[in-house]
């Protein structure tokens, strides 16, 4: 069945900006990483992806459309661990992140205590800050920016992060659940995302909205990464040179 010219609009706004090609993700795949740098982008993204749930709680919260809140009531339940999804356990989604952090050598603590003391970088802070602002816009544009310009990016992402991580760096298969997982589960929960976009998106002028904020999320997911690369790898190597 032929994609229709607002999916392939909304498919062509992810793929200019996708962050499965950025130079963090590059090093991440070539090994130029370090446990203890995995441990650091652990550290940023549990304080991205841990309010996750809460936003789209906030859109479900605003949304009139039945078939709408009952994928966002099973995408949360996922999420926090109340329900089985894609063929894994019942388990919160951030505990497996956690746990990963553990594999790179870093406590739950300094994870989870990194924002009261400071240590999220001020791009982490601007992908959270607009995550909840889109939260609050109607229904269909703030799927536009959460699901669509945001989760349906992860399988791509994941499916070439992950492998690494077991012939690069040395983890086993049960170390890397959090990814495997959402490689599965995304995928599902991003082209749940275009069909509703599709389904509720019924104005040239919602459309154009869109569009325009999957291609926000994009550039908002590239200036996180941005702001892991210059801190943990181009501004090291900057400083060595001088």
Not at 88 to 104: I, K, S, Y
Request: negative net charge; charged residues 25%; hydrophobic residues 40%.
């Amino acid at each position: 069945m032929a994609k229709s010219a607002f999916r392939q609009a909304l498919e062509a706004a992810i793929q200019q900006r996708h962050s499965k090609v950025h130079p963090w993700s590059d090093a991440w795949v070539n090994g130029r990483l370090s446990r203890e740098l995995l441990g650091e982008w652990t550290k940023q993204h549990f304080h991205y992806v841990s309010h996750f749930s809460e936003w789209l709680a906030t859109v479900f919260g605003n949304c009139p459309a039945d078939d709408v809140r009952h994928f966002l009531a099973e995408n949360i339940f996922e999420e926090e661990g109340f329900a089985a999804g894609q063929g894994f356990p019942a388990v919160r989604h951030t505990d497996l992140l956690l746990d990963f952090g553990e594999h790179c050598g870093m406590s739950r603590k300094e994870i989870l205590d990194a924002q009261t003391n400071g240590e999220l970088l001020p791009e982490t802070l601007g992908l959270q800050s607009w995550c909840y602002r889109q939260a609050q816009r109607p229904y269909v544009e703030a799927l536009a920016g959460l699901l669509v310009g945001l989760e349906s990016q992860v399988p791509q992402i994941y499916s070439r992060t992950t492998p690494p991580l077991i012939e690069q760096y040395g983890f086993t298969e049960e170390e890397v659940v959090f990814f495997r997982l959402h490689i599965v589960a995304d995928t599902e929960h991003g082209e749940r995302g275009f069909e509703i976009l599709e389904q509720h998106a019924t104005t040239d002028e919602q459309k154009e909205s869109c569009i325009r904020l999957v291609r926000e999320a994009t550039m908002m997911r590239r200036l996180y990464l941005d702001g892991l690369y210059n801190k943990f790898l181009a501004r090291p190597q900057a400083q060595a040179a001088e």
